[in-house]
């Protein structure tokens, strides 16, 4: 199932083991108890914006949080299909997930696939114990799409690398433990080439976090600013020169999860909430009809794409096309609502009620089709893999 | 350079011990067949395969405009058949559902309540009324047909040249015609009288078989479109090497994939039945419907001028997609069904049902 064997249209259908059915019953307990808490609101887009390290915490009891990673570092030794039972179920729910996020889904893997036995032994526990947040360290005021241009550099020092430069939209970089910063520490002609990453402790002296707030008023990102800051040498992450192929590398666990399609699902549950008190008219279920359809042909490519992983494939262009696909219908759902039952957007209504949900998701949704890839770039990408093919 | 070629090098699935010939609808019967390089053949898959084998072939039939009714036979017209336990015709079969023909027993029992004929002494009906648009009736050994009788659903076959037949076509030319009955017996051994469910379960069936056409389709634009763009060359590159071409052709590969999937998603809920074939055929049958206008559109787009003419078999693929959409029950037919038993509660369990 190597992507030159696989069409990009065909995705490998899915059918999941019995064991990711209990483990979906359990995470609905464990989310009943939480709800009781008062920590599971049901609020769109909780990966960016729900940040509650103590959820984090208890959700990592469960062994929830780092689950694909081996068990001799901490994780729970599960494939990526049930990590995907798992985050479904959480964003479905509108749970705060953003503090592990990023070390869960990405950094993880990461250090798991690159990093120095010493790395792993350091960081993989902390991950899965939800006790070691990360954010990402790659776009700059003149690095989005084009990644490779960055300008940050590492400079060769005795026993380690001096960084300066400044990140841009980094996401929790105020509250998180580290950053993974792709930097270039070598000049190519091949912009390519040259680059590698590193792991930055977000309160070594020399880092400086300055908030950028969202549209919203809401403080997500970051601009972080390396004045200057001693990395040793144990967090050179990977290959001195490898950066780019490990940075898209990554793409495929960052483009295709339940998150690029479900970021404003709980707006479509306070809908139906709303559309329960008074009967629903023929076009207004035809709506949301359409709307699930859709929702739910796009999971099954969203599954086929983690069976690939587990499978052992790299299946970049399928992640690429869920993405689109997936973040396309979040922005779409999101004017669908509003359509189905017209409703002012008010983000100072009750926290929670329909039209305060509707501001939250509107405010948010030009950025699902940008994070991760924007959806031109990776549309370049999804026509590249059928000439490859 | 821009050949103005017909063949789509489409490989040959090699028939196994059906007699594909034998299937194949009357050549003069179907203009069609005259557009394409030769109608390919696709195995009729055997009684034993199992839903996801005939839904691949459904999707073969589809990608290849297969003129012959192999969805309707294979995923239709012979598990209906065997569900309601009469003998499997050889040959092509169609499909009607039809609650609102007229029917009476033919041998009333002689009842002290109720009008002549709502009892009978035997199976044996009375019909009365129009089978309307039904696919490759003329080229069809039988028809199944499920309609309400007095004492409940029956589902009965009969044979075209027992009705008088007006025929029709869709968009792609295909056969849709009318069997008018005028007061048809049709003899017990031919009638069973079935469980309502085998009537929900019949619509189910014609909906999913529909929608694995449209994936087929579906495909087929892709293979067509991906093939002209890159041997179409203007201002001295191929077309696809065009960004505004890509965005347009990325949109078009995922849309594909997406019907593709929604059908692949409904094998295992169909042999299931009950609420989880509902949802998985509702939602397949909606998105399919939904998502041909969008592939219809850009590869026309992307083909220009000789897509819209029969010099390019685009058209094959394109006029399908737009009957078929409608046919077995339109996305606003099967959006609200969809939607009918979701709640705020029941919504995220429906959609993580199966698996």
């Given amino acids: 199932m190597s992507p030159s064997t696989l069409s990009p249209i065909a995705f490998p259908d899915v059918a999941l083991p019995e064991s990711a059915r209990r483990l979906r019953t359990e995470v609905r307990a464990f989310l009943d108890e939480e709800r009781a808490r008062g920590t599971v609101l049901g609020r769109p887009d909780s990966w960016l914006a729900g940040w509650d390290p103590g959820f984090s915490r208890r959700l990592a009891e469960r062994g929830w949080v780092g689950m694909a990673l081996p068990t001799e570092y901490g994780g729970a030794g599960r494939g990526f299909l049930e990590r995907c039972v798992v985050i479904e179920e959480l964003l479905a729910a509108g749970a705060p997930v953003s503090a592990h996020w990023v070390s869960d889904r990405q950094a993880g893997p990461s250090i798991l696939q690159h990093g120095t036995e010493e790395q792993r032994r350091f960081f993989l526990p902390r991950i899965a114990a939800g006790q070691c947040f990360f954010s990402i360290g790659m776009s700059e005021k003149n690095s989005g799409s084009d990644l490779a241009s960055v300008a940050t550099r590492a400079e060769r020092t005795a026993d380690g690398w001096w960084l300066t430069g400044t990140k841009m939209w980094t996401g929790g970089a105020h509250v998180n433990d580290y950053a993974i910063v792709l930097a270039r520490t070598d000049d190519a002609e091949d912009k390519h080439a040259g680059l590698s990453q590193f792991v930055v402790d977000l309160r070594a002296p020399g880092v400086r976090v300055e908030p950028i707030r969202l549209m919203s008023g809401e403080h997500r990102f970051n601009a972080v600013h390396l004045d200057g800051v001693d990395v040793p040498d144990g967090m050179l992450l990977g290959e001195r020169g490898g950066g780019w192929k490990q940075v898209t590398g990554e793409l495929a666990f960052e483009r295709s999860g339940p998150e690029r399609y479900l970021s404003a699902f709980p707006l479509l549950v306070s809908l139906l909430r709303e559309l329960e008190r008074r009967s629903a008219t023929a076009e207004q279920l035809t709506q949301v009809g359409i709307l699930t359809a859709r929702l739910h042909s796009i999971r099954r490519l969203s599954l086929g794409v983690a069976a690939a992983l587990d499978a052992g494939a790299s299946p970049d262009t399928h992640a690429a096309l869920v993405k689109d696909l997936g973040t396309r219908l979040e922005v779409a759902l999101v004017d669908t609502v509003r359509s189905i039952l017209p409703t002012p957007a008010d983000q100072y209504a009750t926290p929670g009620s329909h039209p305060e949900l509707l501001a939250f998701a509107l405010l948010h949704s030009p950025g699902y089709t940008l994070r991760g890839g924007t959806n031109e770039i990776l549309r370049g990408i999804i026509t590249r893999g059928l000439e490859q093919h | ?355």
């Fill in chain 2, 1 to 355: 350079m821009n050949t103005h070629t017909i063949d789509t090098n489409a490989p040959v699935i090699s028939a196994d011990a059906y007699d594909t010939t034998a299937f194949y609808a009357d050549a003069d019967a179907v203009p069609t067949v005259t557009n394409t390089t030769a109608p390919e053949a696709v195995a009729l898959p055997s009684p034993g395969a199992s839903t996801a084998q005939l839904l691949a072939a459904a999707q073969e039939a589809g990608r290849r405009a297969v003129p012959a009714p192999l969805a309707e036979t294979a995923l239709v017209a012979r598990p209906l058949l065997r569900r309601a336990g009469l003998p499997v015709p050889d040959g092509p079969l169609s499909y009607a559902i039809a609650p609102e023909l007229t029917i009476r027993y033919a041998h009333p029992a002689a009842s002290p309540v109720g009008s002549a004929g709502c009892l009978g002494d035997d199976n044996t009906l009375l019909v009365t009324g129009t089978l309307r648009r039904v696919p490759w009736a003329r080229a069809a050994t039988a028809v199944v047909v499920l309609a309400t009788a007095p004492f409940g659903p029956v589902l009965f076959t009969l044979t075209p040249d027992q009705a008088v037949l007006t025929p029709g076509a869709n968009l792609a030319e295909e056969p849709r015609d009318d069997l008018h009955l005028a007061t048809l017996e049709i003899p017990a051994f031919h009638v069973r009288r079935i469980a309502p469910e085998l009537l929900d379960e019949a619509r189910l069936r014609a909906a999913l078989a529909r929608s694995a056409l449209i994936a087929g389709a579906a495909e087929r634009c892709v293979d067509l479109t991906v093939a002209h763009t890159t041997a179409r060359t203007q201002f001295g590159r191929p077309l696809s090497r065009f960004q505004a071409v890509k965005q347009e052709e990325a949109r078009l590969i995922e849309e594909a994939a997406l019907v593709r999937a929604v059908v692949q998603a409904a094998a295992v809920p169909l042999d299931i039945g009950g609420p989880a074939a509902h949802f998985a055929i509702a939602a397949a049958k909606t998105q399919a419907s939904a998502s041909a206008a969008e592939i219809a559109r850009i590869a026309h787009q992307l083909h220009g001028a000789i897509g819209i003419t029969r010099l390019n078999p685009l058209h094959l693929a394109t006029t399908r997609l737009w009957s078929w959409r409608d046919e077995d029950g339109d996305e606003a037919y099967w959006a609200p069904r969809l939607a009918q038993p979701l709640t705020a509660t029941t919504l995220w369990p429906a959609l993580t049902t199966t698996p």
